[in-house]
Nanobody, 124 residues
């Protein structure tokens, strides 16, 4: 069982930056690929980024590529999402998720564990 807790959300002006963190419990964090998704109440959950269990492989949604960077520190059981050049359309609740595979997926159904989410609001 893995528990995930996101932090780092908040209110930021357009063009600004935030770094989200997702802390995982358990001793097998390095065996999980991790993903970041986002969702507004009226929308489907949307893939943002994924990072392999080693941290060597990442993939991003086209809408965030070049602006967001996923990374992880397996010694700290933590995965990060650095978000730069934020836009108003990035406003959402952001979730981290863990999958018991080497590589992550763009599909939310591939993930076994989810955090509770953290709100990111970008003002224009």
């Amino acid at each position: 069982q893995v528990q995930l807790v996101e932090s780092g959300g908040g209110l930021v002006q357009a063009g600004g930056s935030l770094r989200l963190s997702c802390a995982a419990s358990g001793r097998t964090f390095s065996s999980y690929a991790m993903g970041w998704f986002r969702q507004a109440p009226w929308k489907e959950r949307e893939f943002v980024a994924t990072i392999s269990w080693s941290g060597e492989n990442t993939a991003y949604a086209g809408s965030v590529k070049g602006r967001f960077t996923a990374s992880r520190d397996n010694a700290k059981n933590t995965v990060y999402l650095q978000m730069n050049s934020l836009k108003s359309e990035d406003t959402d609740v952001y979730y981290c998720a863990g999958a018991r595979t080497e590589y992550g997926s763009v599909w939310s159904s591939a993930y076994d564990y989810w955090g509770q989410g953290t709100q990111v609001t970008v003002s224009s």
